[in-house]
């Protein structure tokens, strides 16, 4: 039965961090050309393994068990584990896949940076780490790899570590996941004391009598505080609202960890996470529609930003925020196949967007506003055909791969009986038409219409020089052309647009409505039946994607690609007297809902206070000034008291004495009286 070997699961996580320590540690040694061939190549053999994996996963294969015991503490087992079923192999294909295309991509991206083999280093040890997380078939391994995205997102975010924005963004992102992590870890906590272990399959085993307790000194269940502590983790590392404000200025870092950090990987972290405690999560319907709150509010709102960001790496990450969102929303819905489906989709699409944002980078020589940009379709031809596919596929253009996943999302949504779904079947149903209004806003500025970038100085006012600061890396102070990335930078494209277009229509079936997720998904049909209500509903990919036509997400998303085109090919004029009547709106949005201000102001200075309040009260008051200095003080001033007996005279000790016994004797009267 079990073609899957211990040893060949070890090489697909070890392969990636075999590379990042000979990037990283040797670098110098192995020089440019040597760094990226040991990361590709790592990551190449992960990602064929990886294939292989999924494969045998398919025939039937299934592998969950330890690798390695840690530490026994009190029956409570530490160890490092491999869980293979199809939600792992289909994430580790997934995840080694898009690795592997953004290492290529990187080549030709930071040709000229200082750091290059650093950025080999980190972009293979995250590899490594995303993969022991979603191998892992243990909450501890699965921390571990939590945290270990989180750190090497740190080092990425903050790559430029000369940038004082970089610095200020990679630090923003740390402590946001710290708070979510905090509440992750929580969970887990709950589940080590009340459930006596830490292996998933065991977890599950003892779901039933877990859902039955309360939570101690509370009337809320234990299950439903355990779920939602949970999810506080996957609202940190999934960017959901309010932790979502660290994953647009991450945008600081270079363009190829925003593909696969920030769109493809990391940040469905949390996504993936909620989808392997299914049987958890469909225990607390509390804990289903708190998800399915912040993931509308997160999918609309998030969205609203994107129409008004000029950045073009900024459209493309509130894009992200949005359809995080939508994961999100299909999870509270208990679709957990439909959320796992998008993340799988989006991964592809996204990551061509992102990359597709960082070849018009380098073709603009670094300039990322979208209004100094204009009619590059015909200088930039293959990054103009993959980002328009990869646009269509965002915004669910029929037999795109985005369609087939955000449709499902929205049918799932309508199904569910939960109080909070009709809510989040409308935040889903206006965010395609606002989804599709600004990731067209976007190409049109990009690739159609006046060529503004002649008439630009070099460089632009919003000019992101990435590591090139100094010099213009792809043309002098004075040449505008903009010219078609090398083919390290458009090949990689061209692989992501193949299953940006067709892997939706491949998949569907055994995904949403076959087994390929047997025994891995849990749900409670009786109680949450829309994915019951979506097989029924279901006739095939062909037909879902004709049916789509008549619906009303159909006629949004054209509205919304017509009214970019009038506003910004047509008319610019519209977009402005908008922008002078929604002035108010404007400003609230330009600020991000003041959330970070609210954080900056309110949260951070509360902090610094009960910092200092702690520091000056606790520390020096307390802990110097009467602990440790009072104790000194006080033994100083009984040796003091205590020196005056200290005569030499024989009859002053037995005074003493004989006072001391008269005390004692007193005492003992008073005690036992």
Known sequence: MSQLSQSTLLTVALAPLAGSIIAGFFGKQVGRRGAHTATILGVLIAFVLSVMTLIDVQGGTRFNQTVYEW?????????????IDSLTAMMMVVVTFVSLMVHIYTIGYMEEDDGYQRFFSYISLFTFSMLMLVMSNNFLQLFFGWEAVGLVSYLLIGFWFKKPTAIFANMKAFLVNRVGDFGF???????????????????FAKAGEYSKLGFPGSDWMLITVTCICLFIGAMGKSAQFPLHVWLPDSMEGPTPISALIHAATMVTAGIFMVARMSPLFELSDTALNFILIIGSITA?????????????????????????????MALGA???????????????????????????????HHDQDIRNMGGLRKYMPITWITSLLGSLA????????????????IEALHASHLPAAHWAYWAAIIGVFVTAFYSFRMYFLVFHGKENFRHKPFPGEHDHHDAHDAHDDHGHAH????????????LPLILLAIPSVLIGFLTIEPMLFGDFFKDVIFINLEHHPAMEELAHEFHGAAAMALHAVTTLPFFLALGGVVTAYVFYMVNPAIPAAFARVLAPVITVMENKYYMDAFNERVLAAGSRMLGRGLWKGGDVALIDGWVINGSAKAVGWLAQIVRLFQTGYIYHYALVMLVGVF???????????
């Open 334 to 364: 208990s679709a957990y196949s439909v959320a796992v489906f998008h993340l799988m989709t989006h991964a592809f699409f996204k990551a061509l967007l992102f990359l597709g944002a960082g070849s018009v980078i380098i073709g603009m």
């Open 185 to 203: 870890i929580l969970g887990i906590g709950l589940i080590a004391a009340y459930a006596g272990t830490l292996n998933y399959a065991e977890t």
């Open 71 to 83: 530490m026994n503490v009190g029956g409570l087992k530490m160890e490092v584990g491999f869980l």
């Open 300 to 328: 609309l709102f998030m969205g609203f930003l994107g129409i008004i960001q000029n950045d073009i790496k900024r459209v493309v990450a509130y894009s992200t925020l949005s359809q995080l969102g939508y994961m999100t």
């Open 394 to 409: 965002l915004i669910g253009t029929p037999f795109f791969s985005g369609f087939y996943s955000k449709d499902s999302i």
């Open 479 to 490: 040449d505008h052309t903009p010219h078609e990335s090398p083919l390290v930078v458009t």
């Open 663 to 673: 005390a004692l004797m007193t005492w003992f009267i008073l005690v036992h009286r």
